[in-house]
């Protein structure tokens, strides 16, 4: 767990992480709507989607777990309006993030 942390960056990097994760959905479907027309086989091969999005979906469960310890240690140095809104912020992209439709949350058939 970081000591000392820079929530407005850990904020940006999580709303980063969130936008890369729906810009490589918007891909995979696209890859997938063109593989079943059988167009565009040449995207089957060497593609790192998968592999990107689940490195950057671990980013941002680090983060949120990062962000979310820092605030339990240090909730008594934190003003309550800081808290209130850096848990706010959360909530907000965490609710982003289950409603994206990931690959792994289908194969498991939730």
Same mark, same amino acid.
């Given at each position: 767990?970081? @000591?000392?942390? *820079?929530?407005?960056?850990?904020?940006?990097?999580?709303? $980063?992480?969130?936008?890369?994760? !729906?810009?490589? +959905?918007?891909?995979?479907?696209?890859?997938?709507?063109?593989?079943?027309?059988?167009?565009?086989?040449?995207?089957?091969?060497?593609?790192? @989607?998968?592999? *990107?999005?689940?490195?950057?979906?671990?980013?941002?469960? $680090?983060?949120?777990?990062?962000? !979310?310890?820092? +605030?339990?240690?240090?909730?008594?140095?934190?003003?309550?309006?800081?808290?209130?809104?850096?848990?706010?912020?959360?909530?907000?992209?965490?609710?982003?993030?289950?409603?994206?439709?990931?690959?792994?949350?289908?194969?498991?058939?939730?």
């Amino acid at each position: 767990m970081k @000591t000392d942390i *820079d929530v407005q960056t850990d904020l940006l990097d999580l709303r $980063a992480d969130i936008e890369q994760m !729906r810009a490589l +959905l918007a891909w995979a479907d696209l890859k997938k709507s063109e593989s079943a027309k059988n167009q565009a086989a040449f995207l089957r091969f060497g593609d790192p @989607t998968q592999t *990107d999005l689940s490195n950057t979906y671990s980013h941002y469960l $680090a983060t949120v777990g990062s962000l !979310r310890d820092w +605030l339990k240690v240090h909730s008594q140095r934190v003003q309550k309006n800081d808290h209130r809104y850096i848990l706010r912020e959360l909530a907000q992209m965490e609710g982003q993030v289950l409603a994206m439709t990931l690959p792994w949350q289908q194969a498991r058939g939730n």
